[in-house]
């Protein structure tokens, strides 16, 4: 699908042109009824986060009696929401506030159907700017001009089963912190005997790990200072840095230590792997700690430990970068919408609502203000798993390589890389040969996005 939404995008900029929104701060009447629609793609009833957002958007109406939010959201596959959000923009139709992934943020822009949130924000809003951490300042450019809000933010982390580490002989309190500390834990543990085990450790068939794997590194995913000085032209995903990842994780295959669901991106087949006892470790998002959490304990009969993403090697200390998505406003709505939509983006990313957002998930707090209440009030001296995510990307010394990348075909340069990971953990490939393959689809998604787009 991934792959789909940049051929769609690229499509409709030619085909359909483009649709500048006007900058303009209009209030609107307190009086006169307004309604906008927030598309996002927590779409489960059982999910909390899905009750936190239809509380937060209630208390939203209390304070603004005349505004009606109307929350959709029919999957949780960001590439949908945001192809959806596209086509029906083409329609005139289109949503008013759209959750959008980090790596969709340069081809939100260049596709023109949203607006600068900053250009609408009155002066307390825009005050509140430099309260939001300075990773996530740096990641979303907000100190040079903001487009959309950062709201569910998060890196990857590492969930075990402790009992699962005693049964091997393992000191659960200490969690293996490196790729060959990994390893030798998979080694005891696959030796143990537990009955319930597929195999060792499992993630996402994803490129966002080896991104963050990278980055720990200090090795670049595209040119162009990660695309951030220039337009990148070329995917460095042939790097000495990725064949490393690529060498270690054929060798969890290749060993029957390392199984995934049989589908990419499949966050929540994978997390049911490892909470039902088919796995001892796994990699995943910060996003589920919530979930993990109560699931693990409800279905799996266990409290799961966690811990930091594990580094390359013990010199790997560069930090990870973040990941999650961001609110953006579409263009296309009168005055009135649109200014109902940027100060529902302001509330959804309050300090208020940060907060009962990263209680609610573990999605980490955006704001300092939010992370200081935190803390006083004893949250993380109560739950320092929270913490976790939070200090892994505080720790990180900002510079290119944790920024992230930016770039509008990023789907299909991520989806190179999945490609080239399916290819050598299934198809056996040696992973230079496949990554060399993958670079090239890579550079050619690239080539074909900058020649509609120009400079």
């Given at each position: 699908?991934?792959?789909?939404?940049?051929l769609?995008?690229?499509a409709a900029?030619v085909?359909?042109?483009?649709?500048?929104?006007i900058?303009s701060?209009?209030a609107?009447s307190?009086?006169a009824?307004?309604?906008?629609?927030?598309?996002?793609?927590?779409?489960d009833?059982?999910?909390?986060?899905?009750?936190?957002?239809?509380?937060?958007?209630a208390?939203?109406?209390?304070?603004h009696?005349?505004?009606?939010?109307?929350?959709?959201?029919?999957?949780?596959?960001?590439?949908s929401?945001?192809?959806?959000?596209?086509r029906?923009?083409?329609?005139?139709?289109?949503?008013?506030?759209?959750?959008?992934?980090?790596?969709?943020?340069?081809?939100?822009?260049?596709s023109?159907?949203?607006?600068?949130?900053?250009d609408?924000a009155?002066?307390?809003?825009?005050?509140?700017i430099p309260?939001i951490?300075?990773p996530?300042?740096n990641y979303?450019?907000l100190d040079?001009?903001?487009?959309?809000?950062?709201?569910?933010?998060?890196?990857?982390?590492m969930?075990y089963?402790?009992?699962m580490?005693?049964?091997?002989?393992?000191?659960?309190?200490t969690?293996p912190?490196?790729?060959?500390?990994i390893?030798?834990?998979?080694?005891?543990i696959?030796s143990?005997?537990?009955?319930?085990?597929e195999?060792?450790?499992?993630?996402?068939?994803?490129?966002?790990?080896?991104?963050?794997?990278?980055?720990?590194?200090?090795a670049?995913f595209?040119?162009?200072d990660?695309?951030h000085?220039?337009r990148?032209t070329?995917?460095?995903?042939?790097?000495?840095?990725m064949?490393?990842?690529?060498?270690w994780?054929?060798?969890?295959a290749?060993?029957?230590?390392?199984?995934?669901?049989?589908?990419?991106?499949a966050y929540t087949?994978?997390?049911?792997?490892?909470?039902?006892?088919?796995?001892a470790?796994?990699l995943?998002?910060?996003?589920?700690?919530s979930?993990?959490l109560?699931?693990s304990q409800?279905?799996?009969?266990?409290?799961?430990?966690?811990a930091?993403?594990?580094?390359?090697?013990?010199d790997?200390?560069?930090?990870i970068?973040p990941?999650?998505?961001s609110?953006?406003?579409?263009?296309?709505?009168?005055?009135?919408?649109?200014?109902?939509?940027?100060?529902f983006?302001f509330?959804?990313?309050s300090t208020?609502?940060?907060?009962?957002?990263?209680?609610?998930?573990?999605?980490?707090?955006?704001r300092q203000?939010?992370?200081?209440?935190?803390?006083?009030?004893?949250?993380f001296?109560?739950?320092?798993?929270?913490r976790?995510?939070l200090?892994?990307?505080?720790a990180?010394?900002p510079?290119?390589?944790?920024a992230?990348?930016?770039?509008?075909s990023?789907?299909?340069?991520?989806?190179?890389?999945?490609?080239?990971i399916?290819?050598?953990?299934d198809g056996?490939q040696?992973?230079?040969?496949?990554?060399?393959?993958?670079k090239?689809?890579?550079?050619?998604?690239?080539?074909d996005?900058?020649?509609?787009?120009?400079?």
């Open positions: 699908m991934k792959k789909k939404v940049t769609i995008i690229v900029l085909v359909f042109g483009l649709i500048p929104g900058a701060r209009t609107y307190q009086d009824p307004v309604e906008i629609t927030f598309v996002h793609i927590f779409s009833e059982r999910d909390v986060r899905l009750e936190t957002i239809q509380q937060i958007a208390n939203f109406m209390a304070e009696p005349n505004v009606t939010v109307n929350l959709e959201s029919n999957t949780d596959s960001y590439a929401i945001f192809e959806g959000a596209l029906a923009a083409e329609q005139g139709t289109g949503p008013d506030v759209v959750q959008i992934e980090d790596t969709l943020r340069q081809i939100a822009i260049d023109q159907y949203f607006v600068k949130i900053g609408y009155s002066e307390e809003q825009l005050a509140t309260d951490i300075t996530m300042r979303y450019n040079d001009e903001i487009w959309g809000l950062p709201w569910n933010a998060s890196n990857p982390v969930y089963n402790p009992a580490f005693e049964a091997a002989g393992l000191d659960p309190n969690p912190q490196t790729f060959d500390e390893t030798a834990a998979c080694d005891a696959m143990a005997g537990i009955e319930t085990l195999g060792c450790i499992n993630w996402p068939i994803t490129s966002w790990l080896p991104e963050q794997w990278l980055s720990m590194q200090n670049l595209i040119n162009n990660n695309g000085s220039a990148a070329e995917a460095l995903i042939d790097s000495p840095e064949l490393r990842i690529m060498t994780w054929k060798d969890l290749d060993k029957g230590y390392f199984v995934y669901s049989g589908s990419t991106e087949s994978e997390g049911l792997l490892f909470i039902s006892g088919k796995t470790i796994h995943s998002t910060s996003a589920g700690i979930n993990v109560n699931y409800t279905l799996g009969g266990f409290d799961p430990g966690i930091p993403l594990p580094k390359p090697d013990a790997a200390t560069n930090g970068t990941g999650g998505g609110v953006w406003v579409m263009a296309g709505h009168s005055d009135a919408q649109t200014q109902a939509a940027v100060d983006a509330y959804l990313t208020e609502n940060d907060m009962a957002w990263h209680k609610a998930s573990g999605y980490f707090p955006i203000s939010s992370i200081d209440a935190l803390t006083a009030e004893g949250w001296d109560e739950n320092p798993a929270y976790i995510p200090d892994q990307l505080l990180s010394e510079d290119t390589a944790n992230g990348s930016v770039l509008g990023a789907a299909q340069v991520r989806g190179a890389v999945v490609d080239g399916l290819s050598i953990i056996g040696d992973p230079a040969e496949a990554m060399i393959a993958a090239q689809r890579a550079d050619q998604a690239i080539a996005y900058n020649s509609v787009i120009g400079d």
